[in-house]
């Protein structure tokens, strides 16, 4: 589901589920200028090529008290994105930023040869992350930034 240029987004205790796209954010794509919030929801068993759960692109993404499960990025090279859980990328203006706060990253992965984050990748912008726990890594690829 996209959030457009300009769009506002609120979800609130949702279960996003079961998304997949063939480029970026399998649940959610932030396009620039957009801004998603997501506050005590969960987003699980996702895929994309990168940014299994979310693709934050020039938008704005803040995500608090919420779960991101098994959620995976199935680009091969890290040059095509990561990110099982989060990707956050740039490809116009403005840059993207993301804050993450009081959430669980847990076995969210990206694809065997791929080192870009199983659990948040930034490829661009800011990302603040705090009070979050990025926890049970899968022997191919950890939750790590």
């Keep these: 589901m996209p959030v457009p240029p300009g769009a506002s987004l609120a979800l609130h205790s949702l279960k996003l589920t079961g ?16 801004l998603l919030t997501i506050t005590q929801s969960t987003l699980a068993g996702n895929f994309a090529l990168a940014g299994g759960a979310i693709a ?4 704005r993404l803040s995500v608090e008290n919420s779960t991101f ?4 990025a199935t680009a091969t090279d890290a040059a095509q994105g990561g990110g099982g859980a989060i990707y956050q990328m740039q490809s116009g203006v ?4 993301a804050t993450i706060r009081y959430s669980t990253f847990h076995s ?4 065997t040869g791929n080192s870009a984050g199983g659990g948040l990748f ?3 912008g800011t990302l603040t992350v705090a009070a979050t726990l ?3 890594p899968v022997p ?4 790590r930034g």
């Design 56 to 59: 934050n692109d020039g938008g």
């Design 108 to 111: 969210n992965t990206v694809a």
């Design 19 to 34: 998304g997949s796209a063939t480029t970026v954010g399998g649940a959610v794509r932030v396009e620039p200028g957009a």
């Design 69 to 72: 499960s098994a959620n995976r």
């Design 122 to 124: 930034a490829a661009a």
């Design 94 to 97: 403005p840059a993207p930023s």
């Design 134 to 136: 990025l926890d049970h």
């Design 140 to 143: 191919r690829s950890p939750d």
